[in-house]
């Protein structure tokens, strides 16, 4: 389960309870934090307002199915790729690599790591031929707006496109 931010739930929950106060005039009282103390359901935040009870739940909701575990699983993917690659790359240049959101669906677990080294392979193997296309940052008057290259390609055998363009602006 991954981590929850540190006290947004509680600040969203005050933030619609400032917006009620103004609005009724009122000031809220007898503040409590159910979850956190065990006095009641479960819920965020509970207050009193004009002789009314409020109690919020703030929840996380996905943009699409999936979404956190895709994300928490896209991070341990690239980690590594981007560990062996930051700072390795042929200067001069920025470089970026993309790939799909989900790039282990489908693989086993124990594929994961030979995935990983052929993106890293690829990766290599491509921004030395973009280097080679001009390995020195070129003057502004030369190319005012830098020079870009890319390479796009599904290697065999990945199962997904990768792209790494070079800018050396």
């Not at 106060?21 to 004009?50: I, Q």
């Amino acid at each position: 389960m991954p981590a929850r931010p540190i006290d947004n739930e509680r600040k969203s929950c005050d933030a619609v309870a400032r917006v009620l106060e103004e609005l009724s005039g009122a000031v809220r009282s007898n503040p409590r934090c159910p979850e956190k103390d065990g006095s009641g359901p479960p819920v965020e935040y509970v207050f009193d307002l004009a002789g009314k009870t409020y109690a919020f739940e703030h929840t996380i909701i996905e943009a699409f199915e999936g979404q956190i575990r895709t994300s928490v699983d896209f991070g341990r993917f690239a980690a590594p790729i981007e560990a062996a690659l930051d700072h390795h790359m042929p200067s001069p240049g920025m470089y970026y690599l993309t790939f799909p959101i989900d790039p282990c669906a489908g693989l086993k677990p124990r594929d994961i790591p030979k995935t990983q080294e052929a993106v890293i392979a690829w990766t290599r193997a491509k921004a030395a031929e973009l280097h080679a296309e001009l390995p020195r940052k070129p003057s502004r008057t030369e190319r005012p707006r830098g020079h870009q290259n890319y390479r796009k390609e599904a290697p065999p055998g990945l199962g997904f496109e990768l792209h790494l363009s070079r800018d050396t602006n």
